[in-house]
């Protein structure tokens, strides 16, 4: 683990950027502040008081940007440390500053957690520089010594650890949502298909006509620009999608119609499920078909699953001239199921949704169990 973190820490130029300011480094600079006024004034044994406060207020407001420029902010609290730590050698001085300087071992974490490799090299030389001086300016024992090394260090370490299972987090998602996006391209592929060879039959058919039944060679363009139009709607969504090192499969895809055999086939010990079709639910993009059925198949999965004491699974699918609504609902235990927001599952059925324009929804039930919910425009290109 420390291996993998350290090569994290040297592989990356940079770790995900966090936000400039959260509301926890206002609160945290407010309260240190305040902290080291009420020491500088009420403490009694401070050397060189209005030096050590200012010292420490400096230190402080730079907290605000340790996680922009980490390498930066540990240069400014720890030149100071130095600074105070050479006066105090020089002037035959100890504890030189206030107590609440301590607040700096929050930096080494910072450093590891969001600086690049190169930035946390060079943190990390001051780091031992100002420990090695601090050291000397109050030694106790190499136990003491010791003891303030592991102190100052273990953040750091604490901070590599957490920027490797951020990483290690971000890139299992996006290996997701790629995954999702060609499977999406390879369903449309069969669409796209569909739509050409109805386009070239219709094609010469109207030719065949053309000469007899001007009528018949009409009706045939009329389909033709139909299906050209739906097409090319469907390879917009399709080029939108595809990664460029993938290539389409052709396996037939399966839709709404084939819910009904996917239930039958939930039997056993598991928990029933019920199947329920209502609306206008003919006609279906292929691709908003597949997403219903590929969403349905996840949620009755994590269900039969994770549900604990489940006995039944509820699927309802309603359609109407814009949208086609997926409702899937299990009498489990309340907050049974390893319903991990940050599952992978729930992440690729999230992606397919919002692939097609529509939006995905889960979590625990109004009473019990679990609910998912995705709604798909019929279209499959809403936006």
């Given at each position: 683990?420390v291996?993998n973190?350290?090569?994290?820490?040297l592989?990356?130029?940079?770790?995900?950027?966090?936000?400039?300011?959260?509301?926890?480094?206002?609160?945290?600079?407010?309260?240190?502040?305040?902290?080291?006024?009420?020491?500088?004034?009420?403490?009694?044994?401070?050397?060189?008081?209005?030096?050590?406060?200012?010292?420490?207020?400096v230190?402080?407001?730079?907290?605000?940007?340790?996680?922009?420029h980490?390498?930066?902010?540990?240069?400014?609290?720890?030149?100071i440390?130095?600074?105070?730590?050479?006066?105090?050698?020089?002037?035959?001085?100890?504890?030189?500053g206030?107590?609440m300087?301590v607040?700096?071992?929050?930096?080494?974490?910072?450093?590891?957690r969001?600086?690049?490799?190169?930035?946390?090299?060079?943190g990390?030389?001051?780091?031992?520089?100002?420990?090695?001086?601090g050291?000397?300016?109050?030694y106790?024992?190499?136990?003491?010594?010791?003891?303030?090394?592991?102190?100052?260090?273990?953040?750091?370490?604490?901070?590599?650890?957490?920027?490797?299972?951020?990483?290690?987090?971000?890139?299992?998602l996006d290996?997701?949502r790629?995954?999702?996006?060609?499977?999406?391209?390879?369903?449309?592929?069969?669409?796209?298909?569909h739509?050409?060879?109805?386009?070239?039959?219709?094609?010469?058919?109207?030719?065949?006509?053309?000469?007899?039944?001007?009528?018949?060679?009409?009706?045939a363009?009329?389909?033709?620009?139909?299906?050209?139009?739906?097409?090319?709607?469907?390879?917009r969504?399709?080029?939108?999608?595809?990664?460029?090192d993938?290539?389409a499969?052709?396996?037939?895809?399966?839709g709404?119609?084939?819910?009904?055999?996917?239930?039958?086939?939930?039997?056993?010990?598991?928990?029933?499920?019920?199947?329920?079709?209502?609306?206008?639910?003919?006609?279906?993009?292929?691709?908003?078909?597949?997403?219903?059925?590929?969403?349905?198949?996840?949620s009755?999965?994590?269900?039969?699953?994770?549900?604990?004491?489940?006995?039944?699974?509820d699927?309802?699918?309603?359609?109407?001239?814009?949208?086609?609504?997926?409702?899937?609902?299990?009498?489990?235990?309340?907050?049974?199921?390893?319903r991990?927001?940050?599952?992978?599952?729930?992440?690729?059925?999230?992606?397919?949704?919002?692939l097609?324009?529509?939006s995905?929804?889960?979590?625990?039930?109004?009473?019990?169990?679990?609910?998912?919910?995705?709604?798909l425009?019929?279209?499959?290109?809403?936006r």
């Amino acid at each position: 683990m420390v291996k993998n973190a350290v090569r994290a820490l040297l592989a990356e130029p940079r770790a995900p950027q966090p936000p400039r300011r959260v509301w926890r480094d206002w609160a945290l600079v407010a309260v240190l502040g305040l902290t080291a006024l009420l020491e500088g004034v009420l403490r009694e044994d401070v050397v060189w008081r209005p030096v050590a406060v200012v010292a420490a207020l400096v230190v402080v407001v730079a907290l605000l940007w340790r996680r922009t420029h980490p390498l930066a902010v540990v240069g400014v609290a720890f030149g100071i440390a130095i600074a105070l730590a050479i006066a105090g050698l020089v002037g035959d001085v100890t504890s030189v500053g206030l107590y609440m300087m301590v607040a700096v071992v929050l930096l080494p974490y910072s450093l590891a957690r969001w600086g690049s490799g190169r930035e946390v090299a060079a943190g990390l030389a001051i780091l031992l520089v100002a420990l090695v001086l601090g050291t000397a300016a109050e030694y106790e024992g190499i136990g003491s010594a010791l003891a303030g090394g592991v102190f100052l260090l273990s953040p750091a370490a604490f901070g590599a650890a957490v920027r490797y299972w951020a990483t290690s987090r971000l890139r299992e998602l996006d290996k997701m949502r790629l995954w999702e996006r060609a499977q999406l391209a390879r369903e449309l592929h069969d669409t796209v298909a569909h739509h050409v060879s109805a386009i070239a039959i219709r094609a010469q058919a109207g030719r065949v006509v053309a000469a007899s039944h001007p009528e018949a060679a009409m009706d045939a363009l009329a389909v033709i620009e139909v299906e050209a139009s739906r097409t090319l709607a469907e390879m917009r969504l399709m080029v939108g999608s595809l990664r460029a090192d993938e290539s389409a499969a052709l396996a037939p895809q399966q839709g709404v119609a084939d819910l009904e055999q996917l239930v039958a086939s939930t039997v056993g010990d598991r928990p029933r499920v019920e199947l329920e079709l209502s609306g206008d639910l003919a006609g279906l993009v292929p691709a908003v078909g597949a997403a219903i059925y590929r969403i349905a198949q996840e949620s009755i999965t994590n269900a039969v699953r994770h549900a604990r004491h489940a006995t039944r699974i509820d699927v309802r699918v309603v359609g109407d001239t814009k949208w086609i609504r997926l409702t899937v609902v299990d009498d489990g235990d309340v907050g049974s199921a390893g319903r991990n927001p940050l599952g992978y599952g729930l992440v690729g059925m999230t992606e397919r949704a919002a692939l097609l324009g529509g939006s995905f929804t889960a979590g625990p039930g109004p009473d019990r169990g679990w609910t998912v919910e995705a709604v798909l425009p019929r279209t499959g290109l809403a936006r």
